[in-house]
């Protein structure tokens, strides 16, 4: 398992709280696997849980988990290049930049 292979995974995913349970789970795996980004992945699997959680016993209008997955896939896609890298700084400048705007906006994903 890589942060590549979780993106397709979650790409490949309907949009539903379903999705965001799969990342979950492997942003865990990759804690463990890799400590040098373990910060980037707790983030990542931290807003998928309270997304999951918020979510997982309300009906949810399609637009909406459309536009959440869409969010998510925006930050993973912008974490993508750093980690591929192995830039640790870069991809906490690019975290950073997640936090706040993830914080500022709408909250789409939920928190």
Known sequence: MNFNDAIKKFEEELACTDA?????????????????FSAVYLIIYKISRSHHLLYEDQAVSPENSSAAKEQMLGYLQALKQPIND????????????????????DKILGI
């Open 20 to 36: 965001f349970v799969i990342l979950k789970k492997d942003m865990g795996e990759l804690i463990k696997e890799n400590s040098n």
């Open 86 to 105: 192995g830039d640790v700084a870069k991809a906490y400048k690019v975290l950073s930049d997640i936090s706040y705007d993830y914080f500022v906006t």
